[in-house]
T-cell receptor, first 112, second 112 residues
Framework: NAGVTQTPKFRVLKTGQSMTLLCAQD?????MYWYRQDPGMGLRLIHY???????AKGEVPDGYNVSRLKKQNFLLGLESAAPSQTSVYFC???????????FGEGSWLTVV | GDSVTQMEGPVTLSEEAFLTINCTYT??????LFWYVQYPGEGLQLLLK?????DKGSNKGFEATYRKETTSFHLEKGSVQVSDSAVYFC???????????FGQGTELSVKP
């Protein structure tokens, strides 16, 4: 997973608190993605970005916001955390014409 | 929209048995197709990929063929080992819009 770094790796939040997950890649990739992984649900796409300054909604965008102000960073924000957002979050990146996808190691978020 | 459907798990096999995990997809255009594997407590690792119709991806004894006529990308292995126990994810890249979509995952358990 070299090249894609997620921070923090673990976090416990109280309901209603806000937080931001950071995904950073040093490979100059255009495409970046945020997923959540829940038991039996696979990886569901939250938001994605096809380049600096752009974002788009995925399959489950509600309750999340994202920003891509710099090409190397893709931020995922939870404005008011809910227990339903307890999950493992994965970031990924790839080149525009590339079929090689690089994943971060995951961020474990618990909302109590 | 684009989607990936995998056979439900868990799949339980004896060592040296033949494995098939079904994957079908819905997509506009001509997506690239992937199989990822996730071992317990770890992130996702690319297992194999195929970028156009009739391509066969292979790695570590696993194979999958991109079948455009049946919109399928079934994963096969002739003789599974206990060490193959993991969750397997089928995925596609929508090469037009850039989305990267995963199936729900199929858990494989191989018994000695």
């Amino acid at each position: 997973n070299a090249g894609v770094t997620q921070t923090p790796k673990f976090r416990v939040l109280k309901t209603g608190q806000s937080m931001t997950l950071l995904c950073a890649q040093d490979m100059n990739h255009e495409y970046m993605y945020w997923y959540r992984q829940d038991p039996g649900m696979g990886l569901r796409l939250i938001h994605y970005s096809v380049g600096e300054g752009t974002t788009a909604k995925g399959e489950v965008p509600d309750g999340y916001n994202v920003s891509r102000l710099k090409k190397q960073n893709f931020l995922l924000g939870l404005e008011s955390a809910a227990p339903s957002q307890t999950s493992v979050y994965f970031c990924a990146s790839r080149e525009t014409a590339g079929n090689t996808i690089y994943f971060g190691e995951g961020s474990w978020l618990t909302v109590v | 929209g684009d989607s990936v459907t995998q056979m439900e798990g868990p799949v339980t096999l004896s060592e040296e048995a033949f494995l098939t995990i079904n994957c079908t997809y819905t997509a506009t255009g001509y997506p690239s197709l992937f199989w990822y594997v996730q071992y317990p407590g770890e992130g996702l690792q690319l297992l194999l990929k195929a970028t156009k119709a009739d391509d066969k991806g292979s790695n570590k004894g696993f194979e999958a063929t991109y079948r455009k006529e049946t919109t399928s990308f079934h994963l096969e292995k002739g003789s599974v080992q206990v060490s193959d126990s993991a969750v397997y994810f089928c995925a596609l890249i929508d090469n037009q819009g850039g989305k990267l979509i995963f199936g729900q995952g199929t858990e494989l358990s191989v018994k000695p």
